[in-house]
């Protein structure tokens, strides 16, 4: 980062979650869905299904019947109707055992909300922004899609990706072609790989990978003395990507050697990210022991960003203990510091540091001298003595924008503690940000930034207040609220709470 450089369990499918998000995004975005409901507004002739009129509806059981038959293409349509429609929603989960392949062609996203299994020898076509612009292949609330083997074939967007069913095939791919497409074919435990010592993906990544929603549960790594980058990828290059992938369950201890002045990463999916991460989640545990004259940037998603992070999100618990004061910690519930751009993602774990470690701890990220945007964090922040920890971020150069926290932020007596952020020293300034008073234990309305009172632009709203109604600045077709949902707190539409 260049800040040091100048010196679980398994999510499970919400069917609840995808409709409530369908119907906030309708009145933005049409849509053909595959769903239960009886097929409607589509003519589906020589396997090519195409919308007749906006909300289409593809019955699922018909579409299975006609992979039976033969190959099947679905699209958007064409022309004002294709501008209208948009995008595909897979919103019924399907699977078939033929040949025939799939088509998935849409003027803009393509969203999988329920599991797809291919169960046979069939490919798999997905194209995105088809005369449109700004979509994505995207999975959420448990989508998924599966194969039966990596000998499948799988294109996105025109690229033929390379298929892995495991953690060594994956890693071996990347070796041998850094910069290629990969994909994961199905969901893997890790656990019977037994312990790793590095990171399992060491090659610097320069390509795309596409968990395709499946999950890689049970991850373990104690990380080696000399490794200073841990995850599952140890380095994302600037034109890597590493798109819809979960690990759940996923353990990892991050060691430290004895050079003065180690930069040492830790994150469950990433070390050191310098390309774009979209779509990804985790869950388990990272922690760290550290020792004198360390540099350690420990997340639950990413050690470091200097990419971007988008629609993501992490359920880890962050932990270090410490004896020695002279080394620096940056901790985040996503990410431990940030010089690149964070949005549209959340944190829900908790942050501990303990034994005296002079850190800057947040519950989303640690350090921060990048953009942050539509985000939010729940988990608790728990810091000793000579620290800056914030509910949101433990310290900030960059501004943050329509973005709230409501996890518990402790501190010790030397500690600069905000029910937001730690300690602001932002340029730009903060907006429409906010904490939750009601659960944060800080009360002190300005309180909001440790080492500011009454910082501008951060304000404190009780849980009541924050359910009301989506708070001052905050944009509708980003963020939505619903009782039954993330405990009726603000939620984001495309990156639902797992």
Not at 5 to 10: G, Q
Not at 17 to 33: E, G, R, Y
Not at 174 to 186: E, L, M, N, T, V
């Amino acid at each position: 980062m260049s800040r040091f450089l100048s010196k679980v369990s398994v999510p499970s499918t919400s069917v609840l979650w995808l409709a409530v998000a369908l119907c906030s995004t309708s009145a933005v975005h049409a849509a053909v869905t595959i769903s239960t409901a009886a097929t409607s507004n589509m003519s589906c002739v020589s396997g090519v299904c195409t919308p007749t009129a906006a909300n289409a509806v593809l019955n699922v059981s018909d579409l299975t019947t006609m992979l039976g038959s033969g190959n099947v293409q679905v699209n958007t349509g064409s022309g004002s109707l294709a501008q209208q429609v948009e995008d595909i929603v897979v919103a019924a989960s399907f699977n078939w055992a033929s040949a025939n392949s799939l088509t998935l062609d849409a003027y803009r996203s393509i969203t999988f909300g329920q599991p797809v299994a291919v169960d046979g020898t069939s490919a798999v076509s997905l194209v995105t922004n088809d005369g449109g612009s700004g979509g994505a292949l995207s999975f959420i609330s448990g989508g998924s899609l599966s194969f039966l083997s990596p000998t499948n074939s799988l294109a996105i967007n025109g690229n033929a990706f390379t298929l892995a069913d495991n953690i060594a095939a994956l890693a071996a791919d990347i070796a041998a072609k850094p910069g290629g497409h990969y994909a994961f074919s199905a969901n893997y435990n890790a656990g019977n790989d037994g312990t790793y010592n590095v990171a399992p993906i060491p090659t610097k990544f320069k390509g795309t990978f596409d968990g395709l929603g499946n999950t890689i549960s049970n991850l373990t790594i104690n990380g080696s003395e000399k490794d200073k980058r841990i995850g599952l990828f140890a380095y994302v290059d600037t034109a890597g990507s590493i798109n819809s992938v979960v690990l759940g369950g996923a353990s990892i201890k991050v060691a430290t050697n004895n050079d003065k002045g180690s930069l040492i990463y830790g994150g469950i999916l990433i070390g050191e990210n310098y390309g774009t991460i979209f779509n990804a989640f985790t869950a388990g545990d990272i922690s760290g022991k550290e020792r004198p004259h360390r540099l350690l940037l420990l997340g639950g998603l990413a050690g470091g960003n200097d990419g971007s992070i988008l629609d993501s999100a992490s359920a880890t618990n962050v932990s270090v203990s410490a004896k020695n004061p002279a080394f620096q910690l940056d901790a985040g519930g996503l990410a431990g510091a940030n010089s690149g751009t964070i949005e549209s993602s959340y944190a829900t774990g908790s942050i501990s540091v303990s034994n005296m470690v002079p850190s800057v701890s947040g519950g989303l990220v640690g350090y921060n001298e990048g953009p942050i945007e539509n985000c939010y964090a729940a988990g608790a922040t728990t810091v000793s003595n000579n620290s800056s920890a914030g509910g949101l971020v433990g310290s900030t150069l960059s501004a943050i924008t329509s973005s709230y926290s409501t996890g518990t932020v402790t501190g010790g007596n030397d500690s600069a503690v905000g029910g937001f952020v730690g300690y602001d020293s932002s340029q730009d300034g903060l907006s429409n940000t906010y904490w939750d008073t009601t659960t944060s234990g800080i009360t002190n309305l300005s309180q909001g930034a440790g080492n500011i009172a009454n910082d501008p632009g951060i304000a404190g709203e009780t849980s009541a207040q924050l359910q009301a109604g989506l708070p001052a600045g905050f944009d509708p077709t980003i963020w939505e609220e619903s009782p039954s949902i993330n405990n009726g707190l603000p939620y984001l539409i495309a990156n639902p709470p797992q």
